[in-house]
């Protein structure tokens, strides 16, 4: 999985750990390892980009309309 993350290929990484799980293997969720840097580290690029949103104060819908583009 970390050649996918490696390259940019996150879709294709999700979707093969679906399949894996799907078939009974037990595979870690992206973004939940952390790296000992704290609990911002545990997060996934795009959960740090939801929180910088809600940070500035956007609302819902403004930040899946900044999401959706």
Known sequence: MA??????AARDRDRAA???RR???RVPRAGRHGSGRGE???LSVRELEV????RDRLTN??????LGD
């Open 18 to 20: 679906r399949e894996l």
């Open 23 to 25: 078939l009974g293997q």
């Open 3 to 8: 050649e996918l993350d490696a390259c940019g």
């Open 51 to 54: 929180a910088e949103l809600v």
């Open 40 to 42: 911002l580290a545990a």
């Open 61 to 66: 819908r403004e930040i899946a309309q900044r």
